[in-house]
Structures are given as C-alpha cells and as structure tokens.
Nanobody, 115 residues
C-alpha cells in the first residue's frame, strides 16, 4: 500500500499563487509516475499534471504556463506550483501515484480562487 498526504490548499484571490505538496509513504519502492488531478463540483476528475521518476512531465493545456509540477525523489514528494490562479481553477486537487498496475490517491485538498 502507498499512502499519499496532500497539503497546501486554501483560499486565494485571482492572480495569486499556491504550492501543493504530496508526500508518499508505505510501499514506495517502484513508484512510477506521480501527479495531480482536480475535480470541480459537477465535473469529472481531470488530469492537471504528471511527472515520471526521470522528470518527464505532462501538463494540461488549461494550466500550461501557469502550473509547474516537480518531484523530489529523495523525499518521495511531488509538488504543484500554481501561479496566476483563476476562479476556474477552483476544485479539489488530488495527488496520485502509480506503482505497477495500481494507482493510489490522496484524500484531496481544496483550492478556492476568489474573483
């Protein structure tokens, strides 16, 4: 089992910044990609960004140029730096980690952007 604990969400004004963190623990050997998804009320969960152990990244077009994903393999932690936040970024943000055929999810952290 892999446990993921997110932190860093909160309330911010439009144009502001937040940094999310996700720390992995438990059976963390062979964790492959890690990333962030988000889900707004009434919407499906969508990919925000993902990163491989080697640092290769995938970023959704809606956040490209504003959000940056990074990873500290020594700390088993993935980060999401969110700049120039918009009200439409408001959602619950979930961390995930892939290991073999399993995908693990964190409990989610709320990000609210006021206009």
């Amino acid at each position: 089992q892999v446990q993921l604990v997110e932190s860093g969400g909160g309330l911010v004004q439009a144009g502001g910044s937040l940094r999310l963190s996700c720390a992995a623990s438990g059976s963390i050997f062979s964790i492959n990609s890690m990333g962030w998804h988000r889900q707004a009320p009434g919407n499906q969960r969508e990919l925000v960004a993902a990163i491989t152990p080697g640092g290769g990244t995938t970023t959704a077009n809606s956040v490209k140029g504003r959000f940056t994903i990074s990873r500290d393999n020594a700390k088993n932690t993935v980060y999401l730096q969110m700049n120039s936040l918009k009200p439409e970024d408001t959602a619950v943000y979930y961390c995930n980690a892939a290991r073999g055929t399993q995908t693990y999810w964190g409990q989610g952290t709320q990000v609210t952007v006021s206009s």
